[in-house]
């Protein structure tokens, strides 16, 4: 079952393409109407668990929590932090029945789920907002049936599977320079770089510092040579500058969004006072996706759109108070360090002034469609693009991180349990800053981060300016994290293949064990994943363990990868104490299936995906092989790979 009920006149998100009948009552929802607010209540059964909302805070089982759907730059977080940057409002209650609700508002959502103990889903909403409800067999089908109607996946390039380094304060040539020759010298793959602010002239969108970056052109296509591509950052804010010709043409055409009296709303981001353009208008996204042309006529493939939430640091209303606000006391402080200023703004939707609170959580998912649209026209083949703000809708335009987390052992532990709900939320091509973005990363955390972001398609080790050198070979004993990033590419065919079946088929790449095995330990464990339909993997999370126990739900084989080779051996189901060296990897493939794995490279442009050996008790393998640039994507790529 899948039908849809609407309340009041909700904002069009485009979040859900496909048709869905329409219903006069929900099923399992009860539904109170007060002045302001719609609010939504469903009684839980003891076991029931609830999955879902993406990126959120706490466990996969969401059970016990509250959170809000409220788009927010919070670099501090904890499992009290009601908001981060995404705005993922669906979930799937499991149990005797199976069923989900996606609410579909771009505005803010609060959501008790059964926070204190009383066994009660609560959901407030505004009064206008589109519930879409379904029902079936199990979470997983469930959560297909979601997948299949909000659309396929984003789907980037080979290259963007490869291994990305990125800091912020890469400030010239000759740090990226730096970078290349350490991972290349020392023998660890790599096949892009991130460009972080200090590129552009003064933090300027669509400039380039051309004292620091001279002739990018010609730079970009050499380390193209190298198997490397460099990744700019593009912010929202766009500084005001007259003369500057993105300034001057989103003035002359109105393209910002405007402040109470109706002109162009001013707040301070990265580049000092900026406006921000109004990415609801058609028009406006169009040009702005446009400007991107700047840097892909150097040759540019790939981007990371940022603070585009947006990151407000001052406004012309509040003036340096959001800046200097220390630590939040309410709790709409908590949610947003600018929720002042999002009620100080309005965009023009078909000519009516909509206020910005009312749509907030939509407008980093339409920076994502406008840049996704025009680079489609502007490349002829597919690009890497991924962002920080997200609204369920983006996930075809665009990936996702998941934004400043920290180099401490809970943020990995998060990253982990935040994989399958960004997944269910069609949020595919994700992972989180590797290795952590604030704060100094260990040599230890960062090995076992990078053990599981192996799995993860977006796979990129990310710091904070100020903080350790966080690249990998700065870190004494390069060989074990050669071993670790190497596997990565030696997985490369099962990871691309699993990745492009689950975007063409409405299927997750990442879920929870509970998901395909019903026993009460893989319903509740939270640090075991499956990834594609071959592998689970039981990441090492926490500090100075050699080890850790595993759960295995049924006989399967153990894959340990220390950089010499693949070593299996069958283990039986239940309980299982392991040792995992931080030179090694385990994972473990599901009875019945395999693996393909290849000899790696340093980087994709010089892997070989079609020289294979398949590992595991399995007999054959759907391999999806291509080009790896190609925008066609078709079924008839997938080869069946048979054991010897
Ligand atoms: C934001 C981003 C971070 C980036 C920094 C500077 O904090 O989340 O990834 O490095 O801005 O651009």
């Not at 080790?461 to 690249?471: C, F, P, W």
């Not at 850790?548 to 739900?553: E, G």
């Not at 040792?579 to 299936?593: Q, T």
């Not at 007999?619 to 640039?629: A, S, T, V």
């Amino acid at each position: 079952m899948i039908k849809q009920v609407i309340f009041g006149d909700p904002f069009e998100t485009d979040a859900v393409v496909k048709p869905v009948e329409q219903a006069n009552k929900l099923t399992y929802w009860n539904v109170e109407d007060t002045a302001e607010k719609l609010i939504f209540r469903c009684k839980l059964s003891e076991k029931d668990i609830v999955y879902g909302l993406g990126e959120q805070v706490k466990g996969i089982n969401k059970r016990g929590g509250r959170y809000i759907s409220y788009n927010t730059d919070n670099p501090n977080h904890n499992d009290d932090s009601p908001s981060l940057y995404g705005s993922h409002n669906f979930i799937v209650v499991s149990g005797q029945q199976h069923f989900g609700a996606f609410f579909d508002t771009p505005g803010r959502i609060v959501w008790d789920i059964d926070a204190e103990g009383s066994g009660e889903i609560v959901i407030t909403t505004d009064k206008n907002v589109k519930v879409v409800e379904l029902e079936g067999d199990s979470a997983y089908a469930v959560t297909r049936d979601f997948l299949s109607i909000i659309g396929q996946s984003f789907i980037p390039p080979l290259w963007a599977f490869g291994f990305g380094q990125s800091r912020w304060g890469y400030k010239c040539r000759r740090d990226i320079d730096n970078v290349v020759e350490g991972y290349r010298t020392n023998g660890i793959p790599l096949d892009w770089v991130c460009m972080d602010i200090d590129y552009m002239d003064r933090f300027i969108d669509f400039t380039v510092n051309s004292k620091r970056f001279p002739e990018l052109k010609a730079y970009a296509a050499a380390l193209k040579e190298k198997g490397v591509r460099l990744v700019p950052i593009i912010d929202a804010g766009v500084k005001i500058e007259p003369g500057n010709a993105t300034y001057d043409e989103g003035i002359a055409k109105g393209y910002f969004c405007t402040n109470h009296e109706g002109t162009p709303f001013k707040a301070a981001v990265w580049p000092g006072m900026t406006h921000f353009p109004d990415f609801f208008q058609p028009d406006c996204r169009q040009w702005f996706g446009n400007e991107y042309r700047k840097l892909t006529e150097l040759g540019i493939e790939g981007f990371w759109n940022d603070m585009n939430e947006p990151a407000i640091f001052y406004s012309e209303y509040t003036g340096i108070l959001n800046a200097l606000t220390p630590a939040p006391s309410t709790e709409l402080e908590k949610e947003s360090n600018a929720y002042k200023d999002y009620r100080n703004f309005y965009h023009n939707v078909n000519g009516q002034r909509v206020l910005h609170e009312k749509v907030h959580n939509l407008y980093g998912a339409l920076m994502t469609r406008a840049a996704s649209e025009q680079l489609d026209k502007l490349l002829p083949n597919r690009f890497l693009l991924f962002s920080r703000a997200s609204y369920i809708g983006a996930h075809r335009y665009g990936g996702i991180w998941t934004g400043d987390n920290g180099s401490d052992w809970d943020h990995l532990a998060r990253n982990v349990r935040m994989m399958p709900s960004l997944n269910m939320c069609g949020f595919l091509y994700s992972g989180a800053d590797t290795g952590g973005f604030g704060g100094n990363c260990s040599r230890e955390l960062l090995l076992r981060w990078l053990a599981f972001s192996c799995f993860t398609p977006l796979m990129r080790n990310h710091t904070a300016i100020l903080t350790r050198r966080q690249e990998c070979y700065r870190y004494s004993g390069k060989e074990d994290f050669q071993s670790v990033v190497s596997l990565r590419y030696k997985l490369l065919p099962y990871i691309y293949s699993e990745f492009v079946k689950a975007a063409i088929t409405s299927d997750m790449y990442i879920k929870p064990l509970g998901f395909e095995y019903f026993d009460d330990r893989s319903l509740s464990v939270q640090d075991q994943l499956l990834v594609g339909e071959s592998i689970m993997v039981a990441p090492v999370i926490e500090k100075g363990a050699k080890g850790r126990t595993v759960w295995l739900p049924e006989e399967m084989t153990e894959v340990r990868y220390d950089g010499n080779g693949f070593v299996c051996e069958t283990v039986p189901k239940g309980e299982r104490k392991i040792k995992v060296a931080l030179n090694e990897v385990v994972f473990y493939i599901r009875k019945g299936k395999c693996v393909p794995v290849c000899k790696g490279a340093q980087c994709t442009d010089e892997l070989d995906m079609s020289d294979v050996v398949l590992i595991g008790d399995g007999k054959e393998y759907r391999c999806y092989i291509d080009d790896g640039i190609t925008k066609e994507i078709s079924e008839n790529n997938i080869v069946t790979l048979r054991k010897r």
